[in-house]
């Protein structure tokens, strides 16, 4: 079972930036694309960004411009660049992978990695 470690996370003050970082214990597959969701208080768990085949990329609206996901295949690990972070991006940050990402990926959930956004 693959299992997915999710590291990075902190406190940032408005306007700063994180690099997240997922790390796969086993092997995913180039043809699964990757993803990163986020889960605030009291919020439904949502799609953030998307990798997939030949590298293209989706985004949320809300983050556009200001997050990039990449992935690095020999490594099994994909990362979520974060700028000009804003209170709103405050939450649990999740990876995953899958054919479809949503609504349910194949990997199972990791323990997440906490992003807060507070001066």
């Known amino acids: 079972q693959v299992l997915l470690v999710e590291s990075g996370g902190g406190l940032v003050q408005p306007g700063g930036s994180l690099r997240l970082s997922c790390e796969a214990t086993?092997?995913?597959?180039?043809?699964?694309?990757m993803g990163w969701y986020r889960q605030a208080p009291g919020k439904q768990r949502e799609l953030v960004a998307a990798?997939?085949?030949?590298?293209?990329?989706n985004y949320i609206d809300s983050v556009k411009g200001r997050f990039t996901i990449s992935r690095d295949n020999a490594k099994n690990t994909v990362y979520l660049q974060m700028n000009n972070l804003k209170p709103e991006d405050t939450a649990v940050y999740y990876c995953?992978?899958?054919?479809?990402?949503?609504?349910?990926?194949?990997?199972?959930w990791g323990q997440g990695t906490q992003v807060t956004v507070s001066s």
């Open positions: 995953n992978y899958g054919i479809k990402l949503e609504p349910s990926p194949l990997g199972s």
């Open positions: 086993g092997t995913i597959s180039r043809f699964y694309a």
């Open positions: 990798i997939r085949i030949g590298g293209s990329t």
